[in-house]
């Protein structure tokens, strides 16, 4: 990529987070889905996870406001309640999940 291309539209910062249930057996930021209490801790280093997206985004000098919203602690829970969005209350199993998460550059 020459200094003078830019990034298509469609471009996202990926990682692949795991998800088990009572990973840690953590008490600590619980919710309740479907009487199952999930928390931060049940998605492997999920904060390390963060600063990877947060890193990548400032490298390529993403909207700060896109930034800002997904740091620190705040940020955490932010990314957190999304994740758990998308655990599903009527899956199979305690089975572990790889659970993709993108991040796009929001418009300006």
Known sequence: MSATSTVSESFQITTIIRYESGLLASQTSQTCIADKFMTIDDFYL??????????????????????????????????????????????KGDAPLQVLVALAEMEH
């Open 46 to 91: 999920l904060a390390s996870h963060q600063d990877k997206l947060m890193n990548a985004a400032k490298h390529l000098n993403w909207p700060v406001q896109l930034i800002e919203l997904y740091s620190g602690t705040r940020g955490l829970q932010i990314l957190f309640a999304k994740l758990l969005l998308h655990i599903h209350e009527d899956r």
